[in-house]
């Protein structure tokens, strides 16, 4: 599937409580998304912070917390492992 410039890429947010959205699409680097940019390209299918956390914030998808980040990382900055 290809993308137009113009078109952005799909990403999905479960619940309207989670901090985190899914890549429906392959997001490029340097594409921005609500208020922040991607850093480092997104694949189809990874989970990705729609903003700032720091160490120790909690990751909140389908509402529910699913994991603690590594490290204070930058919004939207790659997959969560």
Do not use: W, Y
Request: no cysteine; proline share 5%.
């Amino acid at each position: 599937m290809t993308q137009s410039k113009a078109q952005s890429p799909r990403t999905l947010r479960l619940n309207v409580e989670d901090n985190l959205i899914i890549a429906i699409d392959r997001i490029a680097q340097g594409t921005t998304i609500g208020q922040v940019t991607v850093q480092v390209e997104i694949p189809r299918g990874h989970k990705m912070s729609i903003r700032s956390r720091q160490a120790g914030d909690l990751m909140i998808k389908f509402g529910q917390v699913i994991g603690l980040p590594e490290s204070g990382r930058q919004p939207v900055t790659g997959s969560i492992r």
